[in-house]
């Protein structure tokens, strides 16, 4: 066994993970690149046909985001002979930092533990079908993930954060202290705790 999985369980899990590892490379590869970075390589007609694929039925709407691409080219801060401020200048480095901490913080929420061991968080639970269970949460992880990008420009990521980060909190806590409750409720409080907190990642994470 490795880390409690059967040799026949991991063989398949590496098998499914590499093909759809495989497909998405792909699709990488068929797909073209981005407008900004043909512009920046003095490539507008390449840059016009990447946005012709994406917006092919608004001309207008092609020309005008033309215009902005170009325009966000010229607003890049430059040094004196012409070359882009380094990524890693003074400005740049506190946006940066900032941004390692919420993807570091974010790795503390468990969320990648919970989607791996799901099937067997279903099964120690005590829930009939895990491997159901299990699909079924994936799912309304990517379902609440649209629901978040939806929610983004409308409230704004950091009201998503405080919130749903508040709410997230909450269900770790009740998912820990489950476990000593009595068990008429053991099964129903750890349902709603994995479901609490599947939502509230996929609102403020996702």
């Not at 608004?58 to 401020?85: K, T």
Request: proline share 5%; net charge neutral; aromatic share 10%.
């Amino acid at each position: 066994n490795i880390l409690g999985v059967s040799p026949i369980q991991f063989r398949w899990n590496a098998s499914i993970s590499s093909a759809l590892a495989l497909v998405n490379l792909l699709f990488i590869i068929l797909a073209p690149e981005t407008p900004m970075w043909l512009i920046s390589r003095s490539r507008p007609e390449e840059a016009e046909r990447v946005l012709e694929l994406l917006m092919a039925d608004d001309p207008g709407l092609i020309n005008e985001q033309m215009q902005m691409l170009q325009r966000s080219r010229r607003d890049v801060p430059q040094d004196e002979d012409g070359s882009y401020i380094p990524f890693l200048s003074r400005q740049n480095l506190k946006p940066l930092i900032l941004m390692c901490f919420i993807m570091i913080f974010q790795q503390f929420t468990a969320v990648n533990a919970v989607l791996a061991d799901s099937n067997r968080i279903f099964t120690e639970i005590g829930l009939p079908h895990p491997r159901v269970c299990s699909a079924a949460m994936s799912a309304a992880f990517l379902l609440f993930t649209f629901g978040s990008a939806a929610l983004t420009d409308k409230a704004g990521r950091k009201l998503l954060l405080v919130v749903f980060g508040f709410l997230l909190t909450c269900s770790l806590l009740l998912f820990a202290v489950a476990s000593s409750l009595s068990e008429r409720f053991h099964v129903a409080v750890l349902t709603v705790a994995l479901g609490s907190y599947v939502f509230s990642f996929s609102m403020a994470w996702g």
